[in-house]
């Protein structure tokens, strides 16, 4: 359960403070996995960010005791001068995991990337760093997963991997996601928050949330 | 709750984390991390020697070599200050979605590494005066060290408010060297205070890198003198400045995220 408290989050502009969020009030469950839908620039990915705690609102509290991951987003994290497995020992050092000689192996043999691990990222392709850090991400355990279209680079194989990592974690945990790709949101997720003007709207069922997204009747299940 | 050691021990987890990962991304070249420290000792050296060779053998009983070694790792250090310690705090905007490392993490991993790259590079002159067997005198060491501490506090502090200033004001940034280029003449860097009229010496010594450096030489060499620098003055500005940075640091620090 996420409890968002008379949240305000603006960004300073020429045109004066954007706001982004007014006085928000919101709870949604996390128990399912979340997709966050909204036009482009209707804050999905801030507040995204809130949620992570990579940044924090003007006013207001978000208030949650689950462990969130960082937002996995495409390059959070990477250094590109920097091999591939001295990057993930950054990111297990950051986030205190126990052992790294293990979670290195298992970022290694999960992002399939086998010698070049041992390789800058810079020589990588963008599919395989998004490998890398998906896989930095789902091996270090955390309540909630948060993606932010890290998952649509992979190959087809990759993302059925990516989907029953996901799958499997959420057993246990809950993953809240933001993307464009609707196929990739009913891949992943079960319910939906929608972003519109500023207001947050949560919808139980997948498909009654895409369709208000879109503007389309509802389609039938089992098409 | 989390107990305070526990928090010290995060902080310092992520600061070693951040100190190899600057380590890693900066000196992974053939040069490597030997050219962190022989490059500023090269630069300094090199001028400190061309000047002594220049221009005679001593400044007010002071080898001119040793002299000029001083100014130079001082005023290095305020270069390094402003730029690489002021700008680590938008470097490393990237690491902040981690919501364990926030901009002071990124700052004192840089400020911990300049200040231990000018040591390395003090080390290496010592080490070649020593070799050259130039006669050096070495007479109040504590009042020496206490003053590269008292210096690198001041740097920070400066070095944090700058930060700051241009994650709000990026135009600090291009006007920044119209600064800094006058610190290498005012700070008496080339000359001594004594040199210059008694009357001229309120338009030098309101700034503390004279007292930092006039004073250093005078713990090496007290025959030097310290007239018209006092270390109570050193350390009051930077109390003052550090108080000031550490304040607006903790006023800004969730806005500069979103910067």
Known sequence: ?223 | MLSFSDQLAAWRRVIFALLLRELQSKFNDKLGLGWAFFEPFLFIFALSFARSFISGSEVHSMPILIFMMVGMVAIQSFMASLGAVAGSIKKNKPLYAFRQVQPIAAFVTSLFLECAIKLGAISLLSLTIYLLQIDVQFENPLLLISLYALMWTFLGSVGLLFGIITSYVPEINKIKNLFTRPMFFISCVFFSLQDVPEKYWPYLNWNPMVHFIELSRYALYPSYGHNGVSIEYAASITILILFFSLALYHHTWKRVLSR
């Open chain 1, 1 to 223: 359960m996420i409890e968002i408290r008379n949240l305000t989050k603006s960004y300073p502009s020429k045109l004066g403070p954007q706001y982004i969020f007014k006085n928000l009030n919101f709870t949604f469950p996390t128990e399912r996995n979340v997709a966050i839908l909204g036009k482009n620039g209707a804050g999905k990915s801030t507040l995204f960010r809130l949620l992570a705690k990579s940044e924090y609102p003007d006013r207001g509290q978000i208030l949650t005791n689950r462990a969130m991951s960082w937002p996995v987003a495409l390059q959070t994290g990477i250094h590109p001068h920097m091999t591939g497995r001295e990057n993930t020992r950054f990111i297990g050092r950051i986030n205190n995991v126990r052992s790294l000689k293990n979670y290195e192996h298992r970022v290694q043999k999960f992002a399939e990337l086998e010698k070049k691990f041992d390789l800058p990222v810079r020589n990588y392709s963008s599919g395989m760093r998004a490998k890398l850090v998906f896989a930095c991400c789902m091996n270090i355990d955390f309540d909630i997963y948060l993606i932010d279209e890290a998952t649509s680079v992979g190959d087809p194989l990759f993302r059925k991997k990516a989907k029953e990592t996901l799958k499997e974690k959420s057993k246990t945990s809950g993953v809240i996601m933001v993307s464009h790709e609707l196929d990739q949101v009913r891949e992943y997720c079960s319910s939906v928050v929608l972003i519109e003007d500023g207001k947050l709207t949560y919808y139980e069922d997948l498909e009654e949330g895409i369709s208000v997204y879109t503007n389309q009747p509802k389609k039938e299940k089992g098409k």
